[in-house]
């Protein structure tokens, strides 16, 4: 059966989601490919400005290598694009940019505006994001102020990746849907600039040119690899407190911090919070406990999955439980070799975590899966995950919510759909607006 078709099915027999949430989940999981022409500006369109190229804030977040890209795909891919209108007039949705050439999904410039099509056939209309004022500027020493301090979600967020490289390293310690490392590598022979150990000083230079633009930011996200051992002397804590202290010496309160890490002893969080930040993110990728064991080798040895879940809790007594949010991939839980076959069972099996974690006033949220192709979870699952475990996951999530009367995390921007501008899941999409 063509995508199309598919697609519309799915939207058709889940009513209580917004077809937006339906198309944007698709277009997650399976990517979107780019003709040419949606890549350069459209004179006459009010759309002179060159776009928001994608930034490979941490993670390749493709389904191809870039060996694999043509060149305009490779260096003119946007962040994300926003999709609008069409036949089934969609309210704005934002949607993070994962190439692959292969894709249903595919951005065309006809009759002069962009398209989404699917399978050849328009389904909505595309707008792509602004370039922001600081992506013109570069650093004292020539290198650009984007890769230091890039924005997603329509630049609402500043990505701070501070350590492009993660510790955990080679199969049996990396998490096996993570391509930290692979990308990093990736990146550099390409000869995209792109710093391996960012420098306070970098950040901070960084965030004076987008504190002088006064553009949309309202949070930043800082966060990076795991530390094993140490990094030019520091542990793991020492490491990124120094960013977060000198940050919230310059600028007290000005975006919402978020730091992600991985989950520290509660004395190590009290320092995290002291020193300025707002919400913390203990991500804890896969609810359960033999599949956290096999698919985040790493983490289960040196710290272990119960004591990990424990942090989180504990976490909860020092930021109020509505800062700590921790990130599950959604969509792992079902690959092969180890995950569910059953779609039910895998979403009954992520709801468990949801339910112990709400319970306490602690709001998980989730990424969906990219199957990226130098992991092996990617290697052994092209395809990712179903639509359908997907939607479910979303109506679950919405209701498991409510159920425990939560409303949508802070540091997101506004949920609700057209609301919405958190691009790399639909779960902002689907919850209640606030207003
Ligand atoms: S801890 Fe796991 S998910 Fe995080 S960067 Fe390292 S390998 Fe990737």
């Not at 500043?158 to 990093?184: A, M, P, S, W």
Request: net charge negative; proline share 9%; glycine share 8%.
């Amino acid at each position: 059966m063509e995508t199309k078709q598919l697609l519309f099915q799915h939207i058709e027999a889940h009513p209580t989601l917004p077809p937006e949430a339906v198309i944007k989940a698709d277009l997650l999981r399976r990517g979107v490919v780019f003709d040419p022409e949606a890549l350069i500006p459209a004179p006459g369109q009010g759309d002179t400005d060159p776009h928001q190229p994608k930034s490979y804030f941490i993670f390749s977040f493709n389904m191809v290598k870039q060996s694999e890209l043509d060149e305009h795909s490779q260096w003119k891919a946007p962040e994300e694009i926003a999709l609008h209108g069409g036949s089934l007039g969609l309210r704005r949705t934002v949607v993070s940019v994962r190439l692959n050439p292969e894709s249903p999904y595919r951005v065309a410039v006809i009759e002069g505006q962009r398209w989404l099509t699917v399978d050849g056939e328009k389904l909505s209309q595309v707008t792509l994001p602004p370039m922001p004022p600081h992506y013109r500027d570069r650093l004292a020493d020539g290198r650009p102020v984007a890769e230091i301090a890039p924005t997603i979600e329509w630049g609402y967020l500043i990505y701070l990746t501070v350590f492009r490289i993660c510790q955990y390293f080679g199969e049996k310690e990396e998490c096996q849907f993570c391509d930290i490392n692979h990308n990093y590598r990736e990146q550099i022979k390409a000869g995209r600039p792109y710093t391996g150990v960012k420098k306070p000083d970098d950040i901070l230079a960084a965030l004076d040119r987008i504190a002088a633009t006064d553009g949309p930011a309202k949070a930043y996200t800082l966060t990076g690899g795991s530390i094993t051992s140490k990094l030019g002397g520091m542990t793991e804590l020492e490491f990124y407190m120094q960013y977060v202290e000198a940050i919230e010496s310059r600028y007290p309160g000005r975006w919402i911090s978020k730091v992600v890490t991985q989950a520290w002893p509660v004395e190590d969080v009290k320092r995290l919070k002291a020193a300025g930040t707002k919400i913390y993110h203990p991500n804890y990728e896969i609810w359960d406990r033999e599949l956290f064991a096999k698919m985040c080798p790493g983490k289960d040895r040196y710290v272990g999955r119960d004591e990990w879940m424990r942090r989180i809790v504990d976490a909860a007594t020092v930021f109020e439980p509505q800062y700590v949010i921790p990130n599950f991939v959604a969509g792992i839980e079902m690959a092969k070799p180890y995950g569910y076959d059953d779609v039910e069972v895998a979403v009954r099996s992520t709801q468990e975590g949801l339910d112990f974690f709400m319970a306490k006033g602690i709001t998980p949220r989730f990424t969906t899966w990219c199957p990226e192709p130098n992991t092996p979870l990617g290697i052994s699952n092209p395809d990712g995950a179903p639509l359908e475990y997907h939607l479910r996951l979303l109506e679950v999530y919405r209701d498991t919510m409510a159920r425990h009367g939560l409303s949508a995390p802070q540091g997101y921007g506004e949920p609700g759909v057209g609301k919405a501008v958190f691009s790399v899941s639909p779960f902002m999409d689907v919850l209640p607006a606030t207003n």
